[in-house]
T-cell receptor, first 115, second 116 residues
């Protein structure tokens, strides 16, 4: 089954404790992206990756890191989480082309609480 | 900062009616536009993409794009209670020469309720 998977689905952690949220897709998609969703603020893009070893900042990259060492995986790293990073996180992927691009398929989401 | 604005909700329509969802965007050179549906507690699901001016129909859904007015809409005909969800409009940051930047901006969403 074609899908985007995220782990963990739920995570409660404490301020300053490094964590990684994994994202994997089995569709051979070139493009992957991370979003956070907050009430009243909608979906905001954190980082995106056009291909392996190519990443760029979205609208809210502060406090996050990403890496794209292989096509199928795009982990999101919070080096020192803070309470304002409590949010619902989505990973997405798409088969980008030069002309028609970014019809994105979303993972199930990771609900992160930082206390 | 590029912006995508959606008509404020919530929107409530009776079953069988047409639901009209609207969206404006600030990036004049945006080329790609998307409508996603998000059920409560679930992830967004792509329902329509549109790249050219005019209408694009897919079943009960019709997306309309007017680049001159920087306006995108989604019509849902014969609305069903199962259409009750939050609808998200998104645009891709404009690009020139066919090279895509990959940066998407989402609107805040419009909550649609279809009542029997």
């Amino acid at each position: 089954e074609a899908q985007v998977t995220q782990n963990p689905r739920y995570l409660i952690t404490v301020t300053g404790k490094k964590l990684t949220v994994t994202c994997s897709q089995n569709m051979n998609h070139e493009y992957m992206s991370w979003y956070r969703q907050d009430p009243g603020l909608g979906l905001r893009q954190i980082y995106y990756s056009m291909n392996v070893e190519v990443t760029d900042k979205g609208d809210v990259p502060e406090g996050y890191k990403v890496s794209r060492k292989e096509k199928r995986n795009f982990p999101l790293i919070l080096e020192s989480p803070s309470p304002n990073q409590t949010s619902l996180y989505f990973c997405a992927s798409s088969l980008s082309t030069d002309t028609y691009s970014y019809e994105q398929y979303f993972g199930p989401g990771t609900r992160l609480t930082v206390t | 900062q590029k912006e995508v604005e959606q008509n404020s909700g919530p929107l409530s329509v009776p079953e069988g009616a047409i639901a009209s969802l609207n969206c404006t965007y600030s990036d004049r050179v945006s080329q790609s536009f998307f409508w996603y549906r998000q059920y409560s507690g679930k992830s967004p699901e792509l329902i329509m993409s549109i790249y050219s001016n005019g209408d694009k129909e897919d079943g009960r859904f019709t997306a309309q794009l007017n680049k001159a007015s920087q306006y995108v809409s989604l019509l849902i005909r014969d609305s069903q209670p199962s259409d009750s969800a939050t609808y998200l409009c998104a645009s891709e940051e404009g690009h020139a020469g066919g090279t895509s930047y990959g940066k998407l901006t989402f609107g805040q969403g419009t909550i649609l309720t279809v009542h029997p």
